[in-house]
């Protein structure tokens, strides 16, 4: 007796229904794709109890005639493609002809559907598989599909939902996808008789943005386009301070599809390196627009991946746009000032007079007076070092070093070429600095960070980081697991400028290193960064690696917290903030720059309205 049987028609396809409807969800985003596909111009999705009781799709597109929707819930019954040459073009959702089969063998279906050219509707159920008459009946043009009571004869896979609120959740969800990447479409979504979202045509995506996830996200959001190479893409993008810890404001959307593809979320990753702490995630929206020839979207069940013929090409398009954008900009983080003192008497106008009068002068009276007389008169906890002739080649080991190899100022960086000077130091830690619109605190440490991070990833861009020989080797002992460390990596100690040689059994000598960091110590920095190599293992991503280890070079050799400085040294801290592109943000994503607005000031101080 054989032992192989043929599944039925009705087996194969609950056995897709598996792979394509998982939850309420996949039918919403399966019917969804299905009304777009026959061209609707307006759509409603009514839910009940978060689809498990009802979801009811009502579309004016095209719709199907009588013939048609006898077909439609057959298996592999599609309207979208003949032959295999089709799958290399598809500019449909759908294609695969498996979502209605999978959904009619799971619930009880009724689709009531009527063409344009058509004098009546025409209606049909089918029950978990089981397929009714087509029957004429009243309707307008276009589909109706109810979906009711999903997986009712598949207590297993019933038990599986979770409560209204969360499969409610998951229908947002895609709701929200479709809604973004057809902004011509006019969406309502109502659940349990209330409307949840209704979205207009023609609003335009920064609008459905707000409406969808709020005003503050999409207040701050940057826009920018571009297009070359076949490609055009849009980018909504959000500053690295909006960043969030997790990936669910990544929407990513390939010629009005939402997908999920690793090469451009890592190409979103890089983009905003070292712009935020790493383990944070930015929030963009992405829209990407191509030949649908370049790439293949038949290798996933429910098509949210893709594969690119040239995924490469991907990566640098997206990686650019959204670089050029964010470099573009001014990031500092504007500040948080707290909320007005409520104790504040307000009907004691005289008093608020007084005060607003008060620090008016004082404002005034430290932004015109020269940099030396306030230092002296005003602010005396100076450091013990006095801020001389600008020289390097003097300063201590807590000074500030300007950058070698910036670029050449128009004037020359002497304390004569400046203003009277308009920030000052305070705890040895911040500088205040007077800007056009407020003013800026600026963190020393990660400011210089940042600074030399940039320059480090600029020279090493070039070639490799410049270094000096040390007058001694500097020897230490190693283990033996980074001995191996080093073995495997001298190609990257290479690129720092760090030159290490054996030095007798068990012992490396550093020979030379990097003068951009001549305020980390070699010895320290090489065994930090061989415990770093052990750590990662073999298979290390090297470009991440080169650019943790320079995160923790920045970080050694920038001036610290609590470090004194010199008006010059400051000075050229400042300049070289200007000059460095990026500086908004230490390499771990702290900010360096938080700045305030007079306006903000001014709410403070209650001065708005006078
Ligand atoms: P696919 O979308 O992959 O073609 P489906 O199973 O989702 O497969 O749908 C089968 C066919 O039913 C479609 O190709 C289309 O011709 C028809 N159809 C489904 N939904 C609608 C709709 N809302 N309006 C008009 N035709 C539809
Ligand atoms: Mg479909």
Do not use: W
Request: glycine residues 6%; hydrophobic residues 40%; charged residues 25%.
């Amino acid at each position: 007796m054989p032992k192989i049987a043929v599944l039925d028609d009705n087996m194969i396809n609950m056995i897709a229904a598996g792979e394509v409807i998982e939850r309420p969800a996949s039918v919403v985003k399966e019917l969804l794709e299905n009304s777009i596909d026959a061209g609707a111009s307006r759509i409603v999705v009514e839910v009940e109890q978060g689809g498990r009781d009802l979801i009811r799709i009502i579309d004016d597109g095209g719709g199907m005639d009588a013939d048609d929707l006898a077909l439609a819930f057959e298996p592999h019954a599609t309207s979208k493609i003949r032959v295999s040459n089709d799958l290399e073009g598809i500019r449909t959702l759908g294609f695969r002809g498996e979502a209605l089969a999978s959904i009619g063998s799971v619930a009880k279906v009724t689709v009531t559907s009527r063409t344009s050219e058509a004098i009546e509707a025409h209606s049909i159920q089918v029950d978990c598989g089981r397929k009714g008459d087509v029957t004429p009946c009243s309707g307008s043009c276009g589909t109706t599909i109810e979906v009711r009571n999903l997986f009712y004869k598949l207590p297993a896979r019933r038990k599986f939902l979770r409560t209204p609120n969360t499969e409610m959740s998951h229908i947002t969800e895609h709701f929200t996808r479709i809604a973004l990447a057809q902004v011509s479409l006019d969406m309502e979504l109502r659940h349990n008789g209330r409307s949840v979202y209704r979205l207009l045509s023609g609003q335009g995506v920064k609008e459905r943005i707000r409406v969808l996830f709020g005003e503050a996200l999409a207040e701050d959001l940057l826009e920018t386009s571009r297009s070359e190479r076949g490609m055009q893409i849009r980018a909504l993008l959000a500053k690295p301070v909006a960043a969030r810890a997790s990936g669910k404001y990544q929407y990513l959307f390939l010629n009005g599809r939402f997908i999920r593809d690793r090469f451009i979320l890592h190409a979103v990753k890089e983009a905003y390196r070292g712009l935020m702490e790493p383990n944070k995630y930015p929030v963009v929206f992405l829209f990407i627009q191509m030949p649908p020839e370049n790439y293949d979207v038949n290798v996933h069940p429910t098509k949210v991946e893709v594969r690119f013929d040239n995924a490469n090409l991907v990566h640098s398009e997206v990686l650019a746009v959204l670089r050029d954008k964010l470099l573009s900009t001014n990031l500092d983080v504007a500040g948080q000032a707290p909320s007005p003192d409520t104790d504040f008497d307000s009907s004691s106008g005289f008093k608020a007079d007084q005060r607003k009068e008060r620090i008016q002068r004082a404002m005034s009276d430290f932004f015109s007076k020269p940099a030396s007389a306030q230092h002296q008169r005003q602010f005396s906890f100076s450091s013990g070092k006095k801020g001389g002739g600008f020289s390097p080649a003097k300063s201590g080991s807590g000074s500030y070093t300007p950058l070698p190899d910036m670029p050449v100022f128009d004037t020359p960086v002497t304390a004569e070429s400046f203003q009277p000077k308009q920030y000052l130091q305070v705890h040895n830690s911040y500088i205040l600095l007077q800007s056009e619109e407020g003013f800026v605190v600026v963190d020393q440490h990660a400011l210089h960070e940042r600074i030399l991070y940039e320059q480090m990833v600029k020279r090493l861009n070039e070639g490799n980081l410049p270094s000096q020989r040390l007058l001694m080797p500097h020897s230490f002992e190693v283990t033996n697991a980074q001995l191996e460390a080093y073995e495997s990596q001298k190609e990257l100690f290479f690129k720092l400028g760090i030159e290490v040689e054996p030095f007798g059994p068990n012992t490396l000598a550093v020979q030379t290193f990097p003068a951009l960091l001549e305020k980390a110590d070699p010895v320290e920095f090489v065994k930090e960064t061989l415990d770093k190599l052990v750590e990662e293992g073999a298979e290390t991503d090297q470009e991440r690696l080169v650019h943790e280890v320079l995160d923790m070079a920045a970080c050694k050799a920038a001036i610290k917290a609590g470090q004194p400085l010199s008006d010059e040294e400051m000075n050229q801290l400042l300049k070289d903030k200007d000059i460095v592109q990026r500086t908004s943000r230490c390499p771990h994503g702290r900010p360096t720059t938080i700045s305030f607005s007079l306006k903000e000031l001014e709410k403070q101080f209650k001065r708005t309205g006078f």
